[in-house]
């Protein structure tokens, strides 16, 4: 291999995937990430099963941090109604908290050098180099992986379209007990202008998550009230709320979610999981999108570090049809899937659905996840 200097910029699921993925191979890698491990993220933490054949390839055992397993699909629409599918590839559930520490520590023996509590600010490209440019330095380096995730300032300096463009989206999550709930379930109650998705992690937490438009919020004054006035017309997310121990203070909450159409290739940076494109959450898997992203994005970066492989030209194109072939549709699915929810009518057409056409239904389900990998 010949020597190059690899920058990865965020530490979530696809930097921390692509590090471990490269350092395995040989490739140095370090990485920069402006908050210290472990922390919470607003996640419905359910991930597909696809990615297990994967992980284990980079020797990574998941068991370890005792998931759920999840194998059953519930559906309510707005007011109530209920329909109960099975999942065929399924998946489980873990907490970030718990997952990224453990990719960190994992990335960390195998020698990748980290930068937490550092914010980068700007990525240069001259003289076929990069310049990154933190909160605490600058560094020279050959490649840099751009896996800050759905939203950073740095789209702003790399003047990206879809951040000129405000979004309604909204997203909340929680950390509960409840008596009995089935640990291999998750649900998606749909609620007036959004749903909410409901799993077991480790440990009989129950991940409660929701994806709203701030309208909702900005009607009723603040979350809770929100909560109480259109979350609880759903007679599931009601009783859930009433009878749920809270283990947040408050919950962890983001803004502006945006499923705009992103480029994987930005100004010579090659991005990876949400920063190359954002699922609508929980009609799709974006954590299993981002450590896919990371495979075939590393794969190509060995191609091109290889002694007399591939250019600079020849692995941005490469990357950016892998990774057009692999999930533009599956984007463009979500989408879709994500208009039958968050409204009377399509959430109860949706729950019609699974309950009389399960067939339909399930090749639905099945297009949100992808193929083992
Ligand atoms: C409400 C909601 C529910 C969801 N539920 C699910 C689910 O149940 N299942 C599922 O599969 N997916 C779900 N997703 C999607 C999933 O969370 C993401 O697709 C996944 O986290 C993407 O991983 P990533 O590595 O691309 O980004 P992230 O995990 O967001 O990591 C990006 C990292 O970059 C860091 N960073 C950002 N800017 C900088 C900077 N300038 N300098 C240094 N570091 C920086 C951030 O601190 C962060 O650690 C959900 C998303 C939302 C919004």
Known sequence: MAEKKICVVGGGLAGLVASIHLQRAGIHCHVIEK???????????????????YLKSLGIDLAELRPSRISQFQLTSVNGNTATLPLDLGGFGVSRYQLDYFLFQKATCLGVEFSLNTECEKITFH???FTVQTNKGERSVDLVIGSFGKRSKLDVHLNRSFIQKRSP??????????NNYPANQIALHNFQNGYCGISCVEDEIVNLCYLTHRKNVKTHGNIRAMEEAVLFQNPYLREIFGTAKFLFDKPETI????????????QHILMAGDAAGMITPLCGNGMAMAIHSAKILSEHILQYCRVGGSSRNQLEKDYSNSW???FAKRLWTGRQIQRLFGDVWTSNLAVNLALHAPRIANSLIKRTHGEPF
């Open 169 to 178: 989206y909204l997203g909340v999550k929680y950390h509960i007990r409840l």
């Open 127 to 129: 003289d076929d180099n």
């Open 255 to 266: 803004n502006e979610i945006s499923f705009e159409t992103k480029s994987p290739v930005v």
């Open 35 to 53: 908050r210290t491990y472990p922390f919470h993220r607003v996640c419905g933490e359910y991930i597909s099963n696809e990615v297990l054949p």
């Open 324 to 326: 057009g072939k692999l």
